[in-house]
């Protein structure tokens, strides 16, 4: 245990606890998205089983280095481009989130008032809402696992700086959601964050790499400007004049 209290191992699990929760941001977006599907009263249920559910799937990925990294090696070759298992995961959560983002953008624009309201009617079920939460973990956390595989020696180091990324994000998850579900335009904007983050990963398996920095900017910058029009409204109602 004492070779643990290293200056080494305590600046390795603030790097990793830092990009733990950089890359949770996505999470939070689409746990957001998806637990909006199911009714209030289970909504913080499902986002605190699902964020429970997707660290013990992030550890159990530790305990896999092995298999994890192998990933990596190309399985096969499709028009000259080299395909390997983490490729496969990356495009299929990609496709994955383009066309649930889509298809939530249909049901709120082109459905009209009795199919909006009866799609909204079918809520999805826990066990599903936990399902798609857990399996796009695995999609955002590959990076990072691997990641944390050649920055850290020692795997209680990973998962330390796991578990503190989860508890962050369990304690912004439900503000969050709650501010998306009060203001539809930040749900649209956050399924447009959704339609970004599938293209980055879709890219990612075909070996277009695009620096996420520039996607978390340009996300922080149209929510900054989602924040001012919100604010914008909020002043024109209360100058109002009443009647």
Known sequence: MAELLTLENAVALLTLT????VLGIDNIVFIAISTSQLE????????RIGLLAAMGTRILL??????????TKDLFSVLGQA???????????????????????????????????????????????IGQIMILDIVFSLDS???AVGMARHIAVMIAAIVIAVGVMMVFAEPVSAFIERHPTMRMLAL????LIGVLLVAEAFDRHINRGYAYFAM??????????????????ARRPPG
Do not use: Y
Request: aromatic content about 6%; overall charge positive; hydrophobic content about 55%.
């Open 220 to 237: 922080a910058f149209s929510l900054g400007v989602e924040l001012l029009n919100i604010r914008a409204r909020r002043v024109r109602l």
């Open 145 to 147: 696992v691997i990641t």
């Open 18 to 21: 830092a990009l733990e929760i």
């Open 83 to 129: 395909i390997s298992g983490k490729d496969l995961i990356l495009l299929g959560g990609g496709l994955f989130l383009l066309a649930k983002a889509t298809h939530e953008i249909h049901a709120k624009i082109e459905l009209s008032a009795e199919e909006s309201h009866h799609a909204v009617t079918q809520r999805a079920s826990l066990a599903a809402v």
């Open 62 to 71: 530790l305990f896999c280095i092995t298999w994890i990294m192998g990933l």
């Open 40 to 47: 209030p009263r289970m909504q913080p249920r499902a986002r």
């Open 192 to 195: 447009a964050f959704l339609i």
